[in-house]
């Protein structure tokens, strides 16, 4: 029985020395040595080397000269990363429906120029609540807002919006996107600071 245990502890020992540190540890030099931005956090900084956020995680935006992004359910006042979640709300919940009224309301009121109906993911949280992103067709729908908000003519905004538009991944994965944080932090940095 004690060379059973001996053999035992000692394999276990090796498992974890490999899988607990060697592994974790050389993954993590790899990812820093191929992917440094990535694995830092891809933080976004601004032109005074503060980091203002990351691409990886959505934020509110309330200003009308800003596009907005998704709504989110994580944390109490949505857009916190540390309680990254969705809103497990189903299509049959009062509490959801209440909020998509309120939303179409408010983006109605916020953007009387706007194209057409609301895009849904303008109403609709991600399964994350932190997507920093939204379709081409979200950001235009915003675009006559935004425009007048920073008193330019929409074809300049219009301009920065194609030039933020990520395609899809290997020409074949996903869909064209476009960071909202970047596309502001273009905006900020083409037009400068918004008047409101």
Not at 3 to 20: C, I, K, M
């Amino acid at each position: 029985m004690g060379n059973h245990l001996n053999v035992a502890l000692r394999v276990t020992l090796f498992t974890l020395v490999v899988t607990g540190l060697l592994y974790p540890l050389a993954v993590t030099g790899l990812g820093q040595l191929l992917f440094p931005h990535a694995a830092r956090g891809s933080f976004v900084t601004d032109d005074k080397g503060n980091t203002i956020g990351s691409e990886l995680i959505g934020q509110g935006f309330a200003k009308p000269s800003y596009f907005q992004p998704r709504p989110s359910a994580a944390g109490d006042k949505g857009y916190d990363a540390t309680a990254s979640t969705g809103s497990n709300l189903g299509p049959t919940s009062k509490k959801l429906q209440d909020r998509v009224i309120a939303d179409l309301e408010r983006l109605h009121k916020e953007n009387p120029d706007a194209p057409g109906e609301v895009p849904s993911e303008l109403v609709t949280a991600s399964g994350s609540g932190l997507d920093p992103h939204v379709s081409p067709e979200a950001a235009l729908w915003q675009l006559p807002r935004v425009a007048k908000a920073r008193g330019v003519s929409p074809e300049r905004i219009r301009t920065l919006v194609d030039a933020n538009t990520e395609g899809r991944e290997l020409g074949l994965l996903g869909e064209p996107r476009i960071n909202v944080l970047l596309l502001n932090l273009a905006l900020d940095r083409q037009l400068g600071p918004p008047r409101s």
